[in-house]
């Protein structure tokens, strides 16, 4: 029997995280199928994922009118909502946990969106979180913005496992690794043990390209179009062989401490006119992990192409971006421009969600 094509991908070293959950996919068995037949070792979720299951299910219905009596804070009902889905999904993946000691296994579950910018209330709710799911296979998501990067830092000190999400910039995303190995630092300044400590920097892609193929196709500039996530990513994964190596990380690899792994984001293709695996495909290598909605997953099952791709065309990588400076293109404008929308994109569906879960409970009150 051939090789499935998904699970083909671990052998070069990445692992292959869903990005989406619901209580259907868990009650039916189809996680567990994914996770024993295509070998899928993590999930995420975040408040559009959340906003799609709630909305366009019952399965929340007799959970929304339970917590309505303990409380009238929708985005508290919410979160009860969720951290029951992350726990029982994070004991899904408990084998997986063990199995890689701790490497992957892991469910991720999001701050509220509206905290995008907010420095003490993005860190005092993700460590309320982390308390109330209480698995030691959780990773709380913040939003690697500005205000985020000190939440990152005391999130990690305080021994929390950390995904930090919508990292589009170069530059960002190395702070992002200064504020986890700080934060590493800080946790074993105050004695304690850091092996246990696991976080992912999420890299997004397809959207980078969704702004600036137009600006390229404009310019005449057709060969670039649909190259500038990838290279983006390729250097990315540079600043990371770089970063967690070395005199300093050394040290804290002598303590047990594991790199923070880059994970590869928005990796659905939305150009009609690119190949549905595009972005799984041009980016498999070592140490990394992909989150995959599942469409994509169906999509590799059935046609991809598993290969070491991630360290290929490096040179070509760093050429893309150099092209880019002298079209005028800013790249790091656009970033900026990415991550705001981020931000927007998730608070719309959430602010939905919270209305969404206030007419189920005014249709049972």
Known sequence: ???????????????????????????????????????????????????KAITSSSDY????????????????????????DIQQAADLFKGIYAESKKVDGYVSLEVSPFL????????KQAEELWKKVDRENVMIKIPGTQPGLAAIRQ??????????????????????????????????????????????ASFFLSRIDVIVDPQLEAK?????????????????????????????????????????????????SKNPAFKDTKYVEALI???????????????????GIAANTLEGGLDQATATLAKLKGLDI?????????EDEGIEKFNKPFEKLLNAIEDQKSKVN
């Open 330 to 338: 800013d790249l790091d404008a656009i970033t900026q421009q990415l």
């Open 1 to 51: 029997m051939a090789t499935n094509n998904v699970k083909q991908i671990h052998s070069f070293g990445q692992s292959i995280w869903l990005d989406f959950i619901d209580r259907e996919i868990m009650a039916s068995g189809k996680l567990k199928q994914l996770i024993d037949e295509d070998g899928v070792r993590g999930v995420t979720s975040n408040p559009a994922i959340f906003e």
């Open 285 to 303: 290598g070592p140490d990394t992990v992909d989150t995959v909605p599942l469409e994509t997953i169906d999509a590799f099952r059935d046609h």
């Open 155 to 200: 999130s990690i000190a305080k021994g929390i496992n950390i995904n930090v999400t919508l990292l589009f910039g170069l530059d960002r995303y190395e702070a992002v690794t200064e504020a986890y190995i700080s934060g590493l630092e800080d946790h074993l300044a105050a004695g304690h043990k850091i092996e246990h400590i696991s976080s992912v």
């Open 61 to 84: 219905d007799n959970d929304i009118v339970e917590l309505s009596k303990t409380t009238d804070d929708n985005e508290k009902l919410f979160f009860g909502l969720a951290i029951k």
């Open 220 to 268: 005449g500039e057709k060969e670039l179009v649909g190259e500038v996530a990838i290279a983006s990513a390729k250097k990315a994964y540079e600043i990371y062989k770089r970063v967690f190596s070395g005199a300093r990380w050394e040290k804290l690899a002598a303590q047990g401490a594991q790199p923070q792994r880059l994970l590869w984001a928005s990796t659905g």
């Open 116 to 123: 995008a910018l907010d420095t003490e209330g993005t860190a």
